[in-house]
Nanobody
Framework: QVQLVESGGGLVQAGGSLRLSCAAS????????MGWFRQAPGKERESVAS????????YYANSVKGRATISRDNAKNTVYLQMNSLTPEDTAVYLC????????????WGQGTQVTVSS
């Protein structure tokens, strides 16, 4: 079992930045690829970014490419999402998820942290 707890969300003005954190329980964090997703009201959940177990490979959705940076610290069991140049379209609940090396799907999800960008 892996428990994920996100933090760092809040209210920010357009053009501002936020750094989201996701702390994972357990001692096997490095065996999980990690992802950030978001869901806005009335919209489907969207993949935002993901990072491999070692951190050497990353993926970004086109909607955030160039504005977001995903990173991880395996010693701290934490994955981060730095978001810059925020726009109101980035307003959503941001969730982190973990996918074990032996799995094809994200198995564990956090509760999410709200990000609200005002214009």
């Amino acid at each position: 079992q892996v428990q994920l707890v996100e933090s760092g969300g809040g209210l920010v003005q357009a053009g501002g930045s936020l750094r989201l954190s996701c702390a994972a329980s357990g001692r096997t964090f490095s065996t999980y690829a990690m992802g950030w997703f978001r869901q806005a009201p009335g919209k489907e959940r969207e993949s935002v970014a993901s990072i491999s177990r070692s951190g050497s490979n990353t993926y970004y959705a086109n909607s955030v490419k160039g504005r977001a940076t995903i990173s991880r610290d395996n010693a701290k069991n934490t994955v981060y999402l730095q978001m810059n140049s925020l726009t109101p379209e980035d307003t959503a609940v941001y969730l982190c998820a973990a996918r074990h090396v032996a799995s094809r799907a994200y198995e564990y999800w956090g509760q999410g942290t709200q990000v609200t960008v005002s214009s």
